[in-house]
């Protein structure tokens, strides 16, 4: 039910919007003429969902439309929005032991926008890989910093080429599970963005808040274009600069409305858990006020058709990607995406690193990107 500008409960299933449910809910009071609903509908299906249309729809100004992970989807007064608390809405993420259900985890994830996994690798691995990362890190020449990437912080990207030890966490078969479940519904596979070790340093400040699917210019309603996930690598603290989040912020589409931003909590967690995200989450790194080190290792993962964020088959050339295993080959891009009618980034010579057969499962008709026969236009022709 739609009430005092939020609705009472997150709606898992709700996939099918007709006219009745439009008037009812979505837009109770105004006069929706045929070209609004036609926006509506695209912008519901993500048939194109442009900003252009979005704000041919909403109107008078000040009405927002949002909807996320294609299952969820909600609306409010963008001139007085109601507190996060009284809609309802988020206002922590939650914290799972490593031996809990992907499923949960997904559903945490969906619904508050990050969620965290409490000691999901061992000690002896997230040592291994800040041995291997710290001599690395400080590869982002001072001269390159900026105030976004911070001051007083230290990265290294393409961690892969540097730290063969990552590989374990970026493979984490939970981290993989939950990525099929957000992505694979939208591509025949996905790829890693960006690998960054990050180490924020005493006396740094807080990041400016933001999303990480920014890059992609595009917000389709019900499609997240990628997942991140926050690897401890020592403990995360408020103090020393543990990762802030905005809870249930992924519910809000970039273009037309922000969520608020001061309902910032920060991902707190032990060494060797992870915090994951959603692309659409608002994030950003803490202050360091310790007079310690914060270490971690961020990896992002999106759809495969998508121009992964770094050009990871150079970031890690195939000389040394061959030393990895094929889940991690295919991860960095050393493999098209999909197969037959839906294939991207083919390769048609032939070399070790490359990965040759299809992500099992790969199935594009469900995903409806092929037609469910061999030959429609055949079909539909006299
Ligand atoms: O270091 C962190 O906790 C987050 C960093 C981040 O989100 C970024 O640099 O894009």
């Known amino acids: 039910m739609f009430q005092n500008g939020a609705w009472n409960r997150y709606l898992p299933t709700l996939t099918i919007f007709d006219d009745a449910f439009v008037d ?73 032991d490593a031996n809990e259900s992907s499923v949960k985890i997904v559903d945490a994830l969906r619904r508050d926008g990050g969620v965290i996994v409490r000691n999901l690798a061992p000690a002896a691995q997230i040592d291994a890989v800040a041995d291997e990362l710290g001599p690395q890190l400080g590869r982002f020449a001072e001269g390159k910093r900026t105030d976004f990437s911070g001051r007083k912080t230290l990265r290294c990207h393409g961690v892969l080429r540097y730290a063969p030890s990552a590989s374990a966490l970026i493979a984490h078969r939970m981290v993989l599970d939950v990525a099929d479940a957000i992505l694979l519904p939208f591509c025949a596979d996905y790829q890693v963005g960006s690998m960054t070790g990050i180490e924020i340093l005493p006396g740094e400040s807080d990041q400016q808040l933001h999303r990480d699917d920014t890059p992609y210019p595009m917000c389709l309603a019900g499609l997240e274009l990628q997942i991140g996930v926050m690897w401890a690598l020592t403990d995360f603290t408020a103090e020393n600069g543990a990762t802030r989040v905005v809870p249930g912020s992924h519910r809000f589409l ?8 001061s309902h910032v909590v920060p991902a707190v967690m032990p060494k060797g858990s992870a915090l994951l995200y959603l692309g659409s989450t608002w994030h950003g790194g803490g202050a360091n006020r310790s007079q310690a080190a914060r270490t971690g290792l961020i990896n992002t993962y999106s759809l495969g058709w998508l121009r992964p964020e770094n050009n990871n088959t150079l970031e890690v050339p195939p000389e040394v990607a ?23 980034g083919a390769f048609h010579g032939s070399d070790p690193v490359w990965v040759a057969k299809a992500r099992k499962g790969s199935d594009a008709v469900a995903r409806g990107q092929v037609p469910p026969t061999a030959d429609a236009r055949q079909q539909s022709s006299p």
């Open 24 to 96: 009812a809910n979505i837009c109770p009071g105004l006069s929706v003429d045929a070209e609004h609903r036609e926006n509506l509908h695209e912008l519901i299906v993500g048939a194109q969902g442009s900003r252009r249309q979005a704000r041919n729809f909403f109107q008078p100004p000040g009405r927002v439309f949002l909807t996320a992970q294609a299952v969820h989807i909600g609306y409010f007064d963008a001139r007085t929005p109601a507190p996060m608390a009284d809609r309802g809405e988020a206002m922590s993420i939650e914290s799972f």
């Open 322 to 344: 061959k030393r990895y295993d094929e889940t991690v080959r295919r991860l960095l891009g050393y493999a098209s995406h999909g197969d037959g009618q839906d294939r991207l």
């Open 254 to 261: 970039r273009a037309w409305h922000r969520p608020d931003l």
